[in-house]
């Protein structure tokens, strides 16, 4: 099973930049298109971005042209390049894999992001 440990959230105002880091176990890591979800008090979990295990990337339009996903195999890391936040950003961040690639593994603790002036 893997492990999944997010990181790099805070308190930001609005239209500043955080830079979170997704850390995962295991060495199939690299072979699954992995993605950001986040979850503000209330909501359901949402799907934000992705990557596929080649690079290829793909946004929902509410964070497209703010959000970068990336990813480093050799570490096991995903990252999330977050610009331009606005409030409605606010939400627990989490990482996991693509649903289409199989069950998610278990979630994470999470980040919390708190955009606020």
């Known amino acids: 099973q893997v492990q999944l440990v997010e990181s790099g959230g805070g308190l930001v105002q609005p239209g500043g930049s955080l830079r979170l880091s997704c850390a995962a176990s295991?060495?199939?890591?690299?072979?699954?298109?992995m993605g950001w979800y986040r979850q503000a008090p209330g909501k359901q979990r949402e799907f934000i971005a992705s990557?596929?295990?080649?690079?290829?990337?793909n946004y929902v339009d509410s964070v497209k042209g703010r959000f970068t996903i990336s990813r480093d195999n050799a570490k096991n890391t995903v990252y999330l390049q977050m610009n331009s936040l606005k409030p409605e950003d606010t939400a627990s961040y989490y990482c996991?894999?693509?649903?289409?690639?199989?069950?998610?593994?278990?979630w994470g603790q999470g980040t919390q992001v708190t955009v606020s002036s």
């Open positions: 996991n894999r693509m649903p289409y690639t199989g069950s998610f593994w278990s």
């Open positions: 295991g060495s199939i890591f690299g072979i699954y298109a």
């Open positions: 990557i596929s295990s080649g690079g290829s990337t």
